[in-house]
């Protein structure tokens, strides 16, 4: 049985983020690690700025916050998209993510996958 949950960013050059706590977010774990991610909002759930597409493994991940329910009643947040500065781990496995094209920084090297 895996002992961590991960976070996998398939085009960030498939980086992979370990969690211990469930508790934190995954915008909390990628700025531990000194990674630049857009959070215009600064991390309030307000803006979407800071969302991935979900590729695999979403069923790991905590139920929806009333920011993203709200996101989503809005139409600012697909199905298949979570949003860093809330999701966090229900439970232990991995998460494959990707960056949406809109959320990416320009000084950053993304690949297509």
Request: charged share 30%; hydrophobic share 35%.
């Amino acid at each position: 049985m895996m002992s961590m949950s991960y976070l996998i960013v398939k085009n960030l050059k498939h980086l992979v983020l370990s969690f211990k706590d469930k508790s934190e977010t995954l915008l909390k774990k990628i700025q531990e690690h000194n990674i630049d991610w857009m959070h215009a909002c600064g991390a309030k759930g307000r803006c979407t700025s800071c969302r991935v597409e979900v590729v695999k493994g979403g069923e790991v991940l905590s139920e929806l916050t009333q920011s993203e329910q709200r996101m989503r009643d809005l139409g600012r947040l697909k199905a298949h998209e979570r949003l860093t500065c809330q999701a966090t781990f229900r439970e232990e496995g991995e998460v494959e993510v990707r960056i949406p094209k809109m959320c990416q920084f320009k000084h950053m090297e993304y690949g297509e996958e």
